[in-house]
């Protein structure tokens, strides 16, 4: 899950509900932290990790061939 706000935490949520394993992905680590947190709580252990490292090549152009 990129984004660990409001709705992708809350989506996150979700998944783990129905036993989907998450990797989230935020610039805060206290977002996901505390996303990680929720989901301890309602039972859902290990389903939740942190994502580590970058999701995109910064270096590339979309468009190049």
Known sequence: ???CG???????LLFAE???????SDP????????????EKAG?????TKHKGMLVDTNRSLFAR
């Open 1 to 3: 899950m990129i984004g």
């Open 6 to 12: 409001s709705m992708g935490g809350g989506m996150a």
């Open 18 to 24: 129905d036993g989907v394993h998450i990797n989230l």
């Open 28 to 39: 805060s680590e206290e977002a996901m932290d505390a996303v990680i947190e929720k989901a």
């Open 44 to 48: 859902y252990h290990g389903k939740l």
